[in-house]
């Protein structure tokens, strides 16, 4: 099975048992959506998997991280509160703060009326926060602390959409059916949290990054509440992102944002959007980190967390190593710790990896090769020619007009 067929089979699942309704399964589902898909996707030999890889000092630092918001750093609004702005936890560092660089350049204008908060993020890249900013890893203790019983009804029901669904891919019914249970008592809790919060409160609007994986019981909240529901672009969607594409688009389809800030047209790459969903484009704040420099006859290959050791063999085996001065092998960040796996890997050849910053490297270079990253369609504007490899997940990317098949191309082998 790959992408395709996959996401087919997910979306005729939920048409066929009505997953598109402003009920609580549907909500749910709808926050578990994206995270299962990605289970199946490595069950399936689709995709290794897709968590960040944390050495021990890091997971340490960020339960300390953790327990430091918890005690100090919980939200509160106050009068002057009009807006609430939810932060990706990849962060960036300008003007001399650790911020989200896809909201800041649209929402520091309006900080004075404005709460900042970092979303509840164990395991993934905690920080330091600045003055201005709270932390939802509060609803991590909530979670722990607070007993919310789930109707039997609920129960029942989440357990059949489970058999259907796993069994009919011959994957671990169970192991999903106690997913889909956990995840209704702690939808609950938090919509329940989010609705105290802001209920009475002068909020008018919720601006986020990443609708679709922690931020569905906020938004279903601010739905009750009449919040309206703004999302920045963060990276690269189409119509096989489950986070986004459905395939009934004048369908309810519960917790999706009001306005979606999009990037420009090449960015949507065919995703299907409930017709509730308005678009609007907007200025990517990427573009302010093009550098004026000479472009070198440099290959910049852009890894995965999903199939990196994939694309590390294709190179060695397709790519003509010597029509390139220089190429580059730059690891996602969640790659960082399997940094001497690669360097092993590229020893008896000319391919240097490299985990710096990807704008100065994307000035500087000609090309960019890549499966489905974001950066190859940052890449289109830092003026480079962009190849896809056809792996897994190209599908998201390969009917792109800016975007050649490597294999079509003099550079392949």
Same mark, same amino acid.
């Given at each position: 099975m790959n992408v395709k067929e996959l996401v087919g089979h997910i979306q005729?699942?939920?048409v066929e048992n009505q997953l598109f309704h402003?009920?609580?399964?549907?909500?749910?589902?709808?926050?578990?959506?994206?995270? $299962?898909?990605?289970?199946?996707?490595?069950?399936?030999?689709?995709f290794s998997d897709v968590k960040p890889r944390k050495n021990l000092r890091n997971k340490i630092n960020s339960l300390k991280a953790v327990l430091l918001n918890v005690l100090f750093n919980r939200p509160t609004i106050s009068a002057q509160h009009k807006y609430l702005v939810v932060q990706h936890p990849r962060t960036q560092a300008i003007d001399g703060l650790r911020i989200d660089p896809y909201s800041y350049s649209f929402s520091r204008n309006l900080a004075d009326s404005s709460l900042f908060v970092s979303r509840s993020s164990l395991g993934e890249q905690n920080k330091k926060l600045d003055d201005d900013q709270a932390s939802l890893?509060?609803?991590?203790?909530?979670?722990?602390?607070?007993?919310k019983s789930v109707d039997k009804n609920d129960i029942t029901h989440a357990k059949k959409l489970m058999f259907l669904l796993c069994h009919s891919l011959n994957v671990d019914v169970e192991k999903?059916?106690? $997913?889909?249970i956990s995840e209704i008592r702690n939808f609950l809790i938090e919509e329940d949290y989010f609705i105290t919060l802001l209920k009475n409160s002068s909020i008018e609007s919720d601006s986020l990054v990443d609708h679709y994986s922690k931020n569905v019981p906020l938004i279903s909240a601010c739905k009750k509440l009449n919040i309206k529901v703004v999302e920045f672009q963060h990276g690269i969607i189409s119509k096989y992102h489950l986070g986004y594409s459905v395939s009934k688009v004048d369908y309810e389809w519960p917790c999706y944002p009001d306005l979606f800030l999009s990037w420009g047209e090449q960015w949507l790459n065919e995703v299907k959007f409930p017709s509730s969903v308005d678009i609007s484009y907007i200025i990517p704040s990427?573009?302010?980190?093009?550098?004026n420099v000479e472009k070198k006859e440099q290959l910049l290959i852009v890894s995965q967390s999903v199939n990196g050791k994939e694309i590390a063999k294709f190179v060695l085996q397709h790519i003509i190593m010597n029509a390139f001065d220089t190429i580059l092998f730059k690891l996602h960040p969640s790659e960082v710790d399997l940094l001497p796996f690669y360097e092993n890997a590229f020893k008896d050849c000319k391919i240097k990896v490299c985990i710096e910053n990807i704008y100065p490297l994307l000035s500087e270079s000609k090309y960019v090769l890549g499966v489905f990253s974001t950066v190859m369609l940052e890449a289109i504007d830092f003026d480079c020619q962009v190849f896809y490899i056809d792996l897994p997940g190209s599908e998201y990317i390969s009917k792109n007009r800016f975007i050649i098949n490597i294999q079509h191309s003099q550079y392949y082998v």
């Open positions: 005729n699942f939920e402003d009920d609580l399964t549907s909500k749910v589902w709808k926050s578990i959506r994206t995270s $299962i898909y990605y289970a199946f996707q490595k069950e399936l030999g689709i890893d509060w609803l991590l203790v909530l979670k722990l602390l607070k007993f999903y059916q106690k $997913i889909f990427y573009l302010n980190e093009r550098i």
